[in-house]
């Protein structure tokens, strides 16, 4: 069948329908037309939100709360019973630098609202300005808990010899275990 036989059946139909059918009919079409150029994108865009939506609550009742999470971030401080094995490479750091530390101060801090002790080294030390700056930072390198808190220095006019006091805080996770009858 050809479309110039198609043609007057259509024609018929079309004539047969009446004003109300063509009306109905334009009216359908119109309405497809709204579908496809308003509607369905909107459907898509609906379906594509809803399905983002889904994801984005399925990665939030993943992610850990925030209680979780600053456990987790304490947890990358060392623990106090490491400190030893750091006063050592404390120690090691100036004799490699060729410094000489003289009389050491230490005192140990609970940190107020954290649940993490603060351990503060005051050292007067003799040197050069090189050796002074590979020991800061071999010291700084090797401990990624410590904190430089403060540094003054004085030098000898008649000689290269730097006399500098540093104060480093280091801070830990509490590990210790109470006493035996001890109250909390």
């Given amino acids: 069948m050809n479309a110039t036989a198609l043609y007057p059946w259509v024609r018929w139909a079309w004539q047969r329908l009446g004003s109300a059918g063509r009306l109905g009919i334009w009216l359908l079409l119109g309405a497809l037309v709204l579908w496809l150029v308003q509607l ?23 992610q850990p709360t925030k209680v979780d999470a ?15 094995d750091q006063l050592a490479a404390i120690d090691n750091a100036a004799t490699s630098a060729d410094m ?11 940190v107020t609202g954290l649940p993490l002790l603060r351990y503060q080294v005051s050292l007067p030390m003799d040197g050069d300005y090189p050796s002074l700056r590979t020991f800061l930072k071999t010291v700084l390198d090797h401990s990624p808990n410590a904190v430089l808190d403060e540094v003054r220095f004085d030098r000898d006019e008649a000689s290269d010899v730097v006399t500098a006091r540093l104060r480093f805080s280091f801070y830990y996770r509490d590990d210790r275990q109470a006493a035996p009858g001890a109250k909390p």
């Fill in 40 to 62: 369905r994108p909107r459907e898509d865009r609906l379906r594509t939100l809803q399905e983002q939506e889904r994801t984005a609550r399925q990665m939030q009742a993943a």
């Fill in 70 to 84: 600053l456990g987790t971030f304490y947890r990358h401080f060392p623990a106090f019973s490491t400190l030893p």
């Fill in 100 to 110: 000489a530390v003289r009389e050491s101060e230490y005192r140990l801090q609970q």
